[in-house]
């Protein structure tokens, strides 16, 4: 369990780090994890989800695997023909 109180950014920040780290993050074991109700974890979750960063998927969430496309980064780089 967290010691101390996180607010609703740091909370989505650590959510989103685990789901990174092992692939999927569990609502109920989250909740536990930051001491707070179950729909303040799915709360966060949605926030995470609209900003395309993870998957929600009953009770759990998995974390979104951008391409260097979708991230709007250049796949190659362009050179120049002079």
Known sequence: MVNEVLGARERQREILTQARETGRVDVTSVAGQFGVAAETIRRDMKVLERSG???????SA???VRSVFEA???TTASKSNT
Do not use: H
Request: aromatic share 16%; charged share 25%; net charge positive.
């Open 72 to 74: 709007g980064k250049p």
């Open 62 to 64: 998995y974390p979104v």
């Open 53 to 59: 960063l993870i998957r929600r998927s009953y009770g």
